[in-house]
């Protein structure tokens, strides 16, 4: 039996089933795929009991063929250096694919982050960035870091601070990771950007009325019956927009405690109140609770949401999976042959290096914030609030129609931080799902959104090498 593919050699796959769809010459598709960099760090550090333990680091650059290099820290015990590498190389895609201009890098500590005390993950966050500071491997022009599965915006500020210290005299040292609290340089609207860019990305996919034609799906999100897997950043967040914004019904929801199901709709609010109470999502008033985590997978739905970690859905489970549209929200949730599978049965699987791409997204707009050192909004927020005001009084005058407070208040009003973040995204999704479409039209059959997505981002990468050349 041929040994089991590794999860860089899923993406590898992947790659080189759409590179055949191109016409780049042979040794730009060979550097394309290749990490440039990649390091493991080994460091100790010291328990609070006193014992020295050693921890395992690793940090990936897959592409420079733009700088910085950008990717999420995971704190898990999956983390090695082939996971490392398969995130790396999928987030180079990710940036080309929504026109974010970031090369790919992923980073990860083989760590059971639940085991440790805040001390504790505090003493790992700042020797892991000091690791990374020391080998060139982090810098608001080189590589800049921001969270994934088991991080969040506390690491984010940990690994801030520690650069800064290390780094006085660089004036954009801010920038050098993103996701920071709003307090630390951070964005509004950042800490739910991915499931905020899923819900967007999805909304436009379910308004092409003749591709849901083809699914047997009526257009809109209004009704659709959704499934999450994984309740944490990612997936709360999609749940909660898709349920609140989007009118779709959340009709089942996977954690690491198992599965419970509800044919007329789970409150995602409810449900995370429930959780934090009891512990887990079992026993949820009004659902029920499945056998196991697995079957919720296989419930009956029209769009499935994998928003936990790679490899959720494989030869194993693919078969019996009901859903109509996957929203990959994780990175790398299905295998490649699952793919396959999935193309042959129409079933319509958005590829992670878009669906998920809001967070690098928002990250993008927090680092330009960082350098430019400036809020969004501050500048034009006012003038563009007086300018309405102008033009309302003199509609006004014109027509001898006074406006209400309410009409004045909502036209005349200059936009926020947030507003224009979210409209950025709103935008970056809309314009990326289009551009891929357009791709997987083109083949006429001949692939799927993964591989259209896939040729959209080899076509981004090759260019930026051609445009540049390279160093002899
Ligand atoms: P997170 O740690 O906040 O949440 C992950 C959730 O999944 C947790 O609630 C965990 O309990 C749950 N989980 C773990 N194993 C499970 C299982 N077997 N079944 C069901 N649930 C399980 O992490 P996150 O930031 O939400 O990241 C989730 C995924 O999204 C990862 O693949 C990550 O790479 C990807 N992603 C994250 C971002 C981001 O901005 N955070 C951006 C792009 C992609």
């Known amino acids: 039996m041929s040994e089991p593919l590794t999860f860089f050699d899923q993406v590898n796959r992947n790659f080189d089933k759409a590179a055949a769809f191109t016409n780049h010459p042979h040794g730009i598709l060979e550097q394309i795929k290749q990490i440039n960099s990649v390091i493991h760090f080994a460091f100790p550090i010291k328990r609070d009991d006193g014992s020295i333990q050693v921890m395992h680091g690793w940090r990936a650059e897959h592409s420079h063929h733009k700088l910085p ?38 980073g990860g500590i083989r760590i059971a982050a639940h085991e440790y005390s805040e001390g504790e993950l505090e003493r790992i966050t700042r020797r892991f960035t000091f690791e990374l500071f020391n080998k060139h491997f982090i810098g608001p022009g080189l590589d800049v870091p921001a969270p994934d599965f088991g991080t969040g915006p506390r690491e984010m500020a940990w690994i801030a601070d520690t650069y800064s210290t290390l780094a006085p005299h660089d004036i954009n040292a801010l920038g050098c990771v993103t996701a920071k609290p709003v307090s630390e340089g951070g964005i509004d ?26 699914l047997g799906l009526s257009p809109g999100l209004e009704g659709k019956r959704v499934v999450v897997q994984g309740l944490g950043n990612v997936g709360y967040h999609t749940a909660k927009f898709l349920q609140e914004d989007g009118g ?140 309405a005001r102008r033009l309302l009084t003199a509609i006004e005058h014109a027509t001898g129609r006074a406006f209400s407070d309410q009409e004045i208040s909502s036209i005349a009003r200059g936009a926020e931080e947030i507003d224009l973040v979210n409209s950025g995204l709103e935008e970056t999704m809309i314009e990326a799902y289009h551009e891929i ?36």
């Not at 820290?73 to 201009?101: H, Q």
């Not at 967007?200 to 849901?212: I, K, N, P, W």
């Open 69 to 106: 290099t950008k990717g999420g820290i995971r704190y898990a015990m999956t983390v090695n250096e082939d996971e490392v590498m398969a995130l790396a190389a999928l987030m180079t895609y990710k940036c080309a694919i929504v026109n974010v201009p970031f090369g790919g890098a992923k």
């Open 189 to 214: 609207g950042r800490v739910e950007a991915t499931g905020r860019g899923v819900f967007y990305g999805l909304r436009e996919v379910c308004s092409v009325a003749e591709d849901m034609r083809g």
């Open 248 to 387: 779709a019904v959340i009709v089942g929801a996977i954690e690491h405690e198992g599965a419970i199901a509800k044919r007329t709709g789970i409150d995602v609010e409810a449900l995370m109140a429930h959780r934090r109470e009891t512990g887990s999502i079992l026993g949820f008033p009004g659902a029920t609770d499945l056998a196991s985590r697995e079957l919720g997978l296989e419930l009956d739905c029209d769009i499935l949401v994998p928003a936990a970690l790679e490899n959720a859905i494989t030869m194993d489970n693919a078969p019996r999976v009901k859903a109509k549209i996957i929203a990959e929200a994780a990175n790398g949730p299905t295998s490649s042959e699952a793919s396959d599978l999935f193309f042959e049965r129409g079933v319509l699987v958005l590829p992670d290096a878009f669906i998920n791409a809001g967070g690098v997204t928002v990250s993008y707009f927090e680092w330009l914030k960082n350098l430019e050192h400036v809020r969004f909004g501050r500048l034009e927020k006012r003038f563009d609030e007086q300018s």
């Open 437 to 472: 479409r357009e791709i997987f039209k083109r083949g006429g059959g001949a692939y799927d959104l993964r591989a259209a997505s896939m040729i959209d981002a080899i076509d981004k990468v090759a260019l930026a090498y051609a445009d540049r050349g390279i160093f002899p």
